[in-house]
């Protein structure tokens, strides 16, 4: 390939690459991270950081069928501030495709995520985030094959931070598809699903991942975590209070039977029925270390069945929304 420098080599004999998408490297740019391309194993400089990637950089590359170029793990938070930064031009841009902006809004809220979960308190991840929520709500509204394409690019390996995303991309959707269409609304609600378990930095990994049963000081722990996360939130003062709601209150449920205060029906916010059901259906459908995935159709038929447990309209309508070929306004 011509326009690489096969020259200067890298193994990076402690580092690792990460795969960036070509869509999400904006024409003319400036960019602040080198970019590698790679053979077999090997990582091979493409370009050095501060220079710009250009038109014909991208057509030469196609050229090659190469659709992802690589940096180096070091250079992660440089490319993500870089994809923040171009992240609503990119949703607007009509020459890119919508699995290409899927990917790059979901690897970029799945970084995201794992630098709030490693600090949740600090003011600055929380402003990222609800510019994550804002750029992902934006792309959720240009329609119907926008949430598909989310859903094909999602991962269903349970980590805390793709959980994160998945609830938060799953509420979206069954939000706007039960008709709330405001945006400043879609994006408190989104607020509150992507930093719904904020809380859960705060329980020991082992108890998280514990295959055997919990004791009753495990599950006090367990069910503590609502309510640190709205602790911690709190902390920064960054948030509104409705996305407080989905916090608090995704693990509450309909007959009183949830936690941490075993609200009823009516007691309990819209937002946080919504993120209720899209973060049991997730978590049911995610490979988990003490369990294999469901499949989603077995997933929906296990929460419907539980009966009286998640608000039935709301239900009703994430069925219609997942089901195939289903998606459209409400009537
Ligand atoms: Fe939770
Ligand atoms: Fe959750």
């Given at each position: 390939m011509a326009d690489v420098h096969n020259i200067t080599k890298t193994e990076m004999k402690k580092g690792y690459f990460i795969p960036v998408h070509l869509d999400s490297l904006r024409i003319d740019s400036i960019l602040y991270f080198d970019l590698y391309t790679r053979k077999g194993i090997e990582y091979i400089l493409y370009r050095a950081s501060n220079l710009p990637f250009t038109e014909a950089n991208r057509t030469s590359l196609l050229q090659y069928n190469v659709k992802e170029l690589y940096i180096s793990g070091e250079n992660r938070h440089r490319y993500q501030e870089y994809l923040e930064s171009n992240m609503k031009e990119i949703i607007a841009?009509?020459?890119?495709?919508q699995t290409a902006k899927a990917n790059i809004v979901y690897d970029s809220a799945k970084l995201l995520v794992q630098d709030v979960l490693d600090n949740p308190t600090l003011p600055e991840n929380i402003r990222r985030s609800q510019d994550m929520v804002d750029s992902t709500v934006s792309f959720i509204l240009t329609g119907q094959t926008a949430f598909h394409s989310m859903l094909r690019v999602m991962?269903?390996?349970?980590?805390t931070y793709t959980h994160s995303v998945n609830v938060c991309t799953f509420s979206l959707a069954l939000a706007q598809f039960t008709g709330i269409e405001n945006k400043e609304e879609l994006c408190r609600l989104g607020t509150g699903a992507l930093l719904h378990?904020?809380?859960?930095?705060?329980?020991p990994e082992a108890i998280l991942k514990k295959r055997s049963s919990l004791t009753d000081r495990e599950w006090d722990l367990i069910r503590k975590h609502p309510k640190s996360g709205v602790d911690i939130l709190k902390k920064t003062n960054?948030?509104?209070?409705?996305?407080y709601y989905p916090v608090l209150q995704?693990?509450?449920r309909e007959d009183g039977s949830?936690?941490?205060?075993?609200?009823?029906s009516d007691e309990i916010h819209v937002h946080s029925k919504i993120v209720a059901i899209a973060d049991v259906y997730d978590a049911m459908t995610t490979k988990r270390v003490y369990r294999t995935a469901m499949a989603p159709y077995l997933a929906l038929k296990e929460v419907f069945d539980q009966g009286g447990v998640f608000d039935r309209q709301l239900l009703k309508r994430f069925t219609q929304m997942m089901g195939p070929g289903n998606w459209s306004k409400p009537t």
């Open positions: 841009d009509p020459t890119i495709e991962s269903f390996d349970y980590y378990d904020v809380g859960k930095t705060e329980i960054m948030i509104a209070e409705e996305s995704h693990h509450e949830g936690y941490p205060l075993g609200l009823k």
